[in-house]
């Protein structure tokens, strides 16, 4: 049976050499868990058991962050975990996928007298009572607007593009955006 010692000078030291070792056993094995644990959170974002579009109790929704719920997005969440894993950065989402995306602007946008078309572009606009149209494409919300504008197909003066968690989230900001231009 071990007596724990109460004296202060009896009392075991770890000398600094094993301390060290120590710490740096725990961090390792920190690292390990970690990798796994962020391996574990990439498949449940990219493929939710729930089979949810954006977030829903069996990823990202807890009873903790339930003020946040409409704004949990775990395809955003995919994105920026794969930045900061692997550095790769969100890829320009293909003319169909946007088209997809910009389905509820286009609706919002005949509502306010906009024409709308969407041959060859994701979306057309062009004010009903006269003016230069606009062609109207996504980008993810993770790139600067700089950035986007570099890689995204369509390009020059009557393109306008916006951030795709913007036009998923708040219709009216992104019709103000588009205004802008
Ligand atoms: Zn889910």
Redesign the pocket.
């Known amino acids: 049976m071990v007596r724990r010692s109460t004296n202060v000078h009896t009392r075991p030291v770890v000398p600094a050499s094993v301390a060290g070792v120590t710490r740096n056993a725990c961090a390792y094995e920190v690292g390990l868990h970690l990798e796994e644990m962020l391996g574990h959170v990439e498949g449940?974002l990219s493929s939710?058991?729930?089979?949810?579009e954006?977030?829903?109790?069996?990823?990202?929704?807890h009873y903790g962050n339930r003020f946040l719920h409409p704004r949990l997005d775990?395809r955003l969440g995919l994105q920026l975990l794969r930045y900061a894993r692997l550095g790769e950065e969100p890829a320009i989402a293909a003319l169909e996928q946007q088209r997809k995306t910009l389905a509820p602007l286009a609706r919002f946008l005949e509502l306010e007298g906009w024409n709308v078309k969407t041959a060859g572009v994701p979306l057309f606009a062009a004010p009903k009572a006269g003016g230069a149209g606009v062609a109207i494409g996504t980008y993810p919300a993770l790139l600067s607007t700089e950035a986007a504008g570099k890689r995204h197909f369509l390009s020059g003066t009557d393109v306008v593009l916006l951030p795709d968690y913007l036009v998923e989230q708040d219709l009216p900001s992104a019709y103000q955006e588009l205004l802008r231009h």
Not at 48 to 52: E, F, I, R, Y
Not at 54 to 61: A, G, L
């Open positions: 449940l939710c058991p729930g089979g949810c954006r977030s829903c109790t069996k990823c990202m929704r775990r």
